[in-house]
């Protein structure tokens, strides 16, 4: 065998030896996927009063996440730091910023590790009766209204009605990943119909088109 051809062998060796396992990381590595599919129960929880008959007191909209890859995401955690809000007599979407909220799953959990190919469910929103003071006539009644609300960090942060455009931001130890969350909510009443409340992902053109 020519010697130079044992001398590229030898080189392919060294950088198979020198290489291989960054390769190797980088095909296993966690893949991170996050949808919110309409047709998952899981996404959509109508949550029933616990001691009365009066129907479904509040509904819970999550994100699903999935690691798609071969190894765990480890120490993982799914942020909100800015919703992007416009209201129904507005034109445009109205940034806002805020200390940073970390999500939580349906058990009120905080992520932790994201196994291959294992469902994550997270909430994200809730939509819940809100009790306002009115005034009627010389009197003040109180009346019933359902706002949304971002929950996160075993607390809620009041949205109330409109289209909101809530960046997700996942971070762990060996990959990151960005969602584009849109939520509409408009009514006053506890109705789930897409006039009323409709969500999906957007992409990032998407987004990035709808808040510029």
């Not at 940034?95 to 590790?113: A, G, H, V």
């Amino acid at each position: 065998m020519p010697a130079w051809i044992s001398g590229i062998g030898t080189v392919l060796t060294v950088i198979v030896a020198l290489c291989g396992k960054a390769i190797s990381d980088w095909i296993r590595r966690p893949k991170i996927e996050i949808d919110c599919p309409r047709n998952s129960v899981q996404c959509k929880e109508k949550k029933e009063p616990l001691a009365s008959n009066d129907g479904t007191s509040e509904i819970r909209i999550r994100v699903r996440i999935c690691n798609s890859g071969k190894r765990s995401a480890n120490d993982s955690s799914l942020y909100v730091d800015t919703i992007y809000t416009k209201r129904e007599a507005e034109d445009s979407y109205v940034k806002r910023e805020f200390t940073p909220i970390q999500l939580r799953d349906y058990q009120s959990l905080k992520l932790d590790k994201i196994l291959p190919n294992l469902m994550y469910y997270i909430d994200v929103i809730s939509i819940k009766r809100y009790d306002e003071m009115t005034e009627s006539g010389e009197e003040s009644k109180s009346k019933q209204f359902y706002k949304a609300y971002l929950l996160g960090d075993g607390r809620k942060e009041f949205l109330g009605k409109g289209s909101f455009i809530i960046p997700l931001k996942f971070y762990s130890s060996s990959v990151t990943h960005n969602a584009y969350f849109k939520i509409y909510w408009n009514n006053d009443t506890l109705i789930d119909e897409p006039k009323s409340l409709d969500y999906r992902l957007l992409s990032k053109k998407e987004f990035d088109n709808l808040v510029k």
